[in-house]
């Protein structure tokens, strides 16, 4: 934390800020806000409502708590409270995780001071654009990036499988098969499965039928922890996961989830592997066999492993964080209370 700044979140009742800024020490604001990707005519008219009512409540919420900035990642939630900032003339900054840009996003950028991306490609979605800066990821995880080595010894193959936070019902079905591939290869390994919202009980039971240990679980909430465990990462194509294997260099297999809004995610995965040569795949076109023999290689020589944790380290950006908290006292000291007023 910076001496003399207090970080207060704004988020939706129902979204998962809900349960993690509080675990995390930190004060949480709910506005009204709805999801306007991905509904029917209903959905839409009611998003449309819940950002005029989520704008007036922000403001509310700006003026009491006196606000000097406000800095959003995108979604739903951030997007009254960013057209309230805007109202209010407070400087405002967004941040773009993924390789093109998400409607909100692209709808809050036409009233902010300045936009901070995490990869080049999404700078045509802008008009006002900053920095490339990365995703900023929490301080243990960076950490942990000098300090992961190869798997040694006889033991298993340690494989972390995660689906987002919304879960992958593919990997949740593929992946038990494919480890059963690998394992047919003469290659043992034990399995960690986030499935996010999906079936914990179906998932278990796929990987008993492929004799694979493994954990599953809905959601790791010590990404750090789960991190130092891994040899190994099949993982969807979230710009925070992307950015996270980056910094602790872990070999991965990206399979972005084909539902995903404005299909980012193989955006995201296409973007990732020009940097990495990471290899990836779209779900319609999945080759178990050519995969098994992917992760087997991997996982079988410490040569092949530290290559391939070679390659994702190039994409690393340890220094996002500093990098957005500089874009944000830059332009809080030159701005004067706000440089746009409506």
């Known amino acids: 934390m910076i001496p003399g700044v207090e970080v207060l979140f704004v988020g939706a009742a129902d979204g ?17 806000a709805s999801p306007y990707a991905r509904t029917d005519a209903r959905g839409k008219v009611r998003a449309v409502t819940a950002t005029a009512s ?22 739903y ?22 390789a093109v840009a998400g409607r909100a996003n692209r709808l809050a950028s036409r009233f902010i001071d300045e936009v901070l991306l995490a990869f080049e490609t999404a700078r045509a979605g802008f008009a006002p654009t900053g920095a490339v800066t990365g995703v900023p990821v929490r301080e243990e995880i960076v950490r942990l990036g000098a300090a992961q080595r190869p798997p040694a010894g006889d033991r298993p193959r340690r494989v972390l499988v995660m ?42 039971a796929a990987y008993a039928a492929a004799g694979i240990p493994a954990d599953v679980v809905s959601y790791v909430d010590d990404m750090a922890a789960a991190y130092a465990w891994a040899d190994f990462v099949i993982t969807s194509a979230g710009a925070v996961t992307l950015a996270e ?71 690393a950006r340890a220094d996002a964080a500093d990098a957005v908290v500089r874009s944000c006292l ?12 409506p």
């Open 16 to 32: 998962f800020e809900g349960r993690l800024a509080p675990q995390h020490g930190y004060r949480l604001v709910t506005v009204p």
């Open 54 to 75: 989520g704008v007036l409540a922000a403001r509310r919420m700006l003026r009491r708590e006196g606000v000097e900035l406000v800095l959003g990642f995108g979604g």
């Open 77 to 98: 939630a951030s997007l009254p409270t960013v057209l309230a900032a805007w109202t209010l003339g407070l400087p405002t900054v967004l941040h773009e995780a993924n």
């Open 163 to 204: 689906g987002g936070s919304g879960g992958s019902p593919f990997l949740d079905d593929r992946v038990p098969r494919l480890l059963e591939r690998v394992v047919a290869r003469g290659q043992a390994v034990t399995a960690r499965h986030q499935v996010g919202i999906g079936d914990v009980a179906a998932t278990r």
């Open 245 to 315: 294997l980056a910094i602790v260099g872990l070999p991965a297999l990206v399979v972005p989830l084909a539902r995903a809004a404005l299909d980012h995610q193989t955006a995201n995965a296409r973007a990732f592997a020009a940097l990495t040569e990471v290899p990836w795949v779209k779900e319609d076109a999945f080759a178990p066999d050519a995969l098994a023999d992917a992760v087997a290689t991997v996982l079988g020589s410490e040569v092949a492993w530290r290559a391939a944790s070679a390659r994702i380290r190039r994409a």
């Open 330 to 341: 830059a332009l809080v000291n030159g701005a004067g209370g706000g440089s746009r007023a």
